[in-house]
């Protein structure tokens, strides 16, 4: 008996041990690594395009790229363009000086959406005409995020620990008691 139990806890604890190697790759997601123009930047006319760049080539389906100003509005023009692990969308003249906010919402490589936002500063004001105001879904979320499916791996690890250790414990019996 002691022999089955420890039989079905050292092959639970090896299938969860594999569980989680496999659950590394899977929290990997493309994260910035430039923009145009840089976080923070203080710049004194409105870019022609403002750009993300990522650490990996990004997938073309459903990106969104927008540039907000202190006044609300949405100053980006047109739809963003993928190309490789660039994100890029027209912008032109801009308006009021202030902070600028740039939201995206991009997929990476693995399938996971990966979304953020970063800032840049117009110190002297442009004539630029703007989009309507933003909504609040667009322009809020702080940092990288996305679908992270670790916990499908652990949920995976306690089955198959609860399915070993009930086997181990109750699997043998049947056959045990016809032994005599």
Known sequence: MIRRVLFGLVTTALLGCAAIAVAGPAG??????????????????????????????????????????????????????????TVSVAVGDLGPAGTYTMAYRVTSADGHPVSGTRTFVLTTAGH?????????????????????????????AIVLFGGGLAFALFGGRSRRTGRR
């Open 128 to 156: 630029g005409t703007p989009g309507p105001k933003a909504g609040a879904s667009g322009t809020s979320g702080g940092g990288d995020s996305g679908g992270n499916l670790v916990w499908v791996f652990i949920v995976a």
């Open 28 to 85: 990997a997601h493309s994260t910035v690594v430039s923009t145009d123009p840089a976080d923070g930047a203080k710049i004194s006319a409105g870019p022609a395009r403002v750009s993300f760049t990522f650490n990996e080539n990004l997938q073309p389906s459903f990106p969104s790229l927008t540039v907000v100003g202190p006044d609300g509005n949405l100053w980006s023009k047109g739809d963003p363009v993928v190309q490789g692990p």
